[in-house]
């Protein structure tokens, strides 16, 4: 268990780092945050004021006056000026007071020695009562238009308060739009960082690490994963921001308005913590992603998933990343585009605990302020309470309903994490001359699994431009010793060398730079048939596209196609045959005019026509280049000038096409079987 709270630990550690790369905005976001909730929660207190001072002021001490003025009210022939409002030194005649009973306003021509709770008896006399005092007062009921003249001078007070009140809204609009809008955007840029590293983090990738992954689970990572992340920045985090902030000015507010009730009401917060203790229990069990793919981007990831060793093999890891980060831009923008629209979403509703704590303010106001004690709450604290209450239970109910997206982000920012951990190589922009194309194997062991090897003790050496075939049956290590010489995989014993360097000391990319293969299943890029060939590389220009077709007798193949060469191509190539395919890729290969050519059973796919044109095509190419060929075919390796014969990962036979038939092995018999002149039993 500690393991795991130290790995969540450390999860969120990191997506710290991630936001910190945009403190400056999330500051802004922050700061705006600040004021929105300092203008919103001030409203209330001006709400008190205005009931306080201006309408419940009412009933605070009258003063007979002999000055006009403002403030002063003209009743039965005599002027009276509220207490409050005498200037320093003025003076002061008779007290009298106004007081509210029901609906309706008494004139009391006196003093009163305490206030509580009132009642008119049907005599007319105003009595008041608190606890077990009681005292009776000569009073005369107000007609509307006497309670309007002791209003009157509140009006314009009132009236700029009203318009104080509507400026503080106006300016927590605005900046809670801004807020929203610069936090949401900076989780979007974070989101568009992080995943432009895990794309850039599968170049890094050996060949190896996609044997054991099925592509959908990495797609899985760079898409669904980080878009969930990208909720935890957006949506989660700014409800824990923007809740807690909340929370602190709106108990900050009560604690100033009385300390007595704003203590009542602190229950809340061990109530939430255990609701949000119990809840983050029950998600941890059933949380499940619920996060859609982003179909664009997903089909660029699968495809450059699937065709990761035809990337690597002709270095088009920046050319995939920019183009990547086209699609990933776009998506950005769009992001930003609804930001207006998410900023204005509304709040949830409250629940149980709000309810509870109303019942203990009604309590309090019930109870103590009407009890003996003399404690007493004014109508504008008891309504700015109520709206503060109203107010904080809002982003509570909006960080409690968070929580299950707080546990779904952080199980995919672990996935995310693991896959950035592993271990890779950097992209490499180093460039070095051309190979001269000698290649040499001296006792090379390799394994997929550990203690199954498929290479054992492999020696040979290839001059520069010959061409050597390897055959033997399915699983035999053929095409595991091209996988090393591209490095796709590396050796566990011996050395391969390119022109006496060992291959291990070089970039993978740049090793693959002078390099080539033609794959037995071709993969094709969604695009053109002309940028298929070139793989939008710039250095490789039309005429060399058409000449690398024309040399591979694909022109002959192709020319039925509406558009040529600017054809469009769709993922895999679907819309093409297996040869038209096959030549595409042929073409592709000769393009980047490569020292050393692979051919990994290319031909096995192939009909009998377009071999020949291939055949034909061949001993064009593969002159002044050094040509691997795997074939199952043994009549297209008849002219190899080095075959080696594989089997369980050895070689038992070596030579050309003769030396190994008048040998009469392994070679022979699988040549004849396929000539039809020696039956499989008989050969085994």
Known sequence: MDRSAGSKGQTIARLLRYALGFKAQLLLALLMLAVAVGSELAGPFVAKRMIDEHVSGIERPWYRTEAGGPGVVEFDGVRYKRGDRFAEGEPKGAEVRVLQVGSGFYFVPGPIAFDGSRRVTEQGELVVEAGTDSRSYTARKLSAADVFAFFRPEV??????????????????????????????????????????????????PVRYFDDLPAG?????????????????????????????????????????????????????????????????????????????????????????????????????????????????????????????????????????????????????????????????????????????????????????????LETALVSAERVFVLLDESGEDVS????????????????????????????????????????????????????????????????????????????????????????????????????????????????????????????????????????????????GSTLSAGQRQLISFARALAFDPAILILDEATSNIDTETEALIQNALEVVKKGRTTFVIAHRLSTIKSADLILVLDRGEIVERGNHDELMRRGGKYYQMYQIQQGELTPTAAG
């Open 156 to 205: 314009g007070g009132l009236v700029r308060l009203c318009w104080l009140y509507f400026g503080l809204l106006v300016v927590s609009a605005m900046f809670s739009y801004g807020q929203r809008y610069y936090l949401q955007s900076s989780a979007n840029r974070i989101v568009r960082n992080m995943r432009t590293d895990v794309f850039g983090q599968l170049n890094r990738m």
């Open 217 to 405: 689970k990495v797609v899985s990572r760079v898409t669904n994963d980080t878009e969930t992340i990208r909720e935890l920045y957006v949506t989660v985090l700014a409800n824990f921001f923007t809740g807690a902030i909340y929370m602190a000015g709106i108990y900050t507010a009560l604690f100033i308005l009385d300390p007595q009730l704003a203590g009542i009401c602190l229950f809340v917060l061990p109530a939430m913590a255990v609701w949000v203790y119990v809840y983050g229990r029950k998600a941890k069990r059933y949380n499940r992603t619920i996060r859609a793919a982003v179909g664009e981007i997903n089909g660029m990831v699968n495809e450059s998933i699937q065709g990761m060793p035809v990337i690597q093999a002709f270095r088009g890891e920046r050319k995939i990343e920019a183009e990547f980060e086209t699609v990933n831009s776009k998506l950005f923008n769009y992001r930003n585009k609804l930001l207006s629209l998410n900023s204005l979403t509304g709040h949830n509703l409250v629940g149980v605990i709000r309810n509870v704590a109303f019942v203990a303010l009604i309590w309090y106001f019930g109870g103590a302020s009407l009890s003996d004690t003399g404690a007493f709450v004014t109508l504008g604290v008891l309504y700015a309470f109520v709206d503060y209450l109203n107010r904080l239970f809002n982003p509570i109910v909006n960080i409690v309903n968070q929580l299950p997206n």
């Open 429 to 572: 922009d180093r460039r070095m001359k051309r190979f001269e194309g000698n290649v040499k194997f001296d006792d090379v062991w390799f394994a997929y699994k550990e203690g199954e090897h498929v290479l054992k003790g492999i020696s040979f050496e290839a001059k520069r431009g010959q061409t050597v075939a390897l055959v033997g049956h399915t699983g035999s290590g053929k095409s595991s010793i091209l996988n090393l010489l591209f490095r796709f995989y590396d050796a566990e014993r011996g050395t391969i060398t390119i022109d006496g360097a060992d291959i291990r000391g070089m970039p993978r990319q740049t090793l693959r730079d002078h390099m080539g293969i033609v794959l037995q299943d071709p993969f094709l890029f969604t695009g053109t048939i002309a940028s298929n060939v070139s793989l939008d590389d710039p250095a490789i220009t039309r005429e060399r596209i058409e000449k690398a077709l024309a040399d591979v007798g694909a022109d002959r193949l192709l020319k039925h196609l509406e558009k040529g060469i600017d054809e469009p191509v769709i993922e895999k």
